[in-house]
């Protein structure tokens, strides 16, 4: 298994600012993921960080407004750039370990 | 990617047996069915998971019908607890994290 832990917890923030969310998992794992979740609805993949290159984002996701880093293998960020009110929401960090997906506590990003 | 479809809200009490069914009908050959349990203000956290027939392990079991078209996660006499949102995923193990969420069962267990 893997565990997977993430800085901040939570946070609030100003529109108009940056925010980068660390993702830290305890071993190894294969692949990495970024999800957004509103308050009471489903997960949603924002994008796929891979190691040394550019992130695969999905439909809707944008690397200008959603910069991820993956430097190596158990340790991955996303920023969340140029904050608005709608931005506000839980950001959930996943890894991949033997075929099993594992899940970080979230962060919770208030945009004011 | 399979889309799955689950009942929206289930209620129970403690101590019975809760059966959650997922349908999954566009199920691929070599797409494996997870489910996760999720709690508020935590990520999602693995169940099961399974390809076919019956998967067991502490906390449920997983019955998966010989067509694969559909899947039951059995929780044997749930507590207050087991009160949290269910998510059954299907997809391929080499594509782990491209699966699709659905909406997820809301599992409320009463007293």
């Known amino acids: 298994s893997a565990v997977i832990s993430q800085k901040p917890s939570r946070d609030i923030c100003q529109r108009g600012t940056s925010l980068t969310i660390q993702c830290q998992v305890d071993?190894?794992?294969?692949?990495m993921f970024w999800y957004r979740q509103q308050p009471g609805q489903s997960l949603t993949l924002i994008a796929t960080?891979?190691?040394?290159?550019?992130?695969?984002?999905e439909s809707g996701f944008v690397i200008d407004k959603f910069p991820i880093s993956r430097p190596n293998l158990t340790f991955s960020t996303l920023t969340v750039s140029n904050m608005s009110p709608e931005d506000s929401s839980i950001y959930l960090c996943?890894?991949?370990?033997?075929?099993?997906?594992?899940f970080g506590p979230g962060t919770r990003l208030t945009v004011l | 990617l399979a889309k799955t479809t689950q009942p929206i809200s289930m209620d129970s009490y403690e101590g019975q047996e809760v059966n959650i069914t997922c349908s999954h009908n566009n199920i691929a050959t070599n797409d494996y069915i997870t489910w996760y349990q999720q709690f508020p203000s935590q990520g999602p956290r693995f169940i099961i998971q399974g390809y076919k027939t019956k998967v067991t392990n502490e906390v449920a079991s997983l019955f998966i019908p010989a067509d694969r078209k559909s899947s039951t996660l059995s929780l044997p006499r749930v507590s207050l607890s087991d009160t949290a949102v269910y998510y059954c995923l299907v997809g391929a193990s080499t594509n782990a994290g491209k699966s699709t969420f659905g909406d997820g069962t809301t599992l409320t267990v009463k007293p």
């Open positions: 996943s890894g991949t370990s033997t075929d099993t997906q594992y």
């Open positions: 071993s190894q794992v294969t692949m």
């Open positions: 960080a891979n190691q040394g290159s550019e992130a695969t984002y």
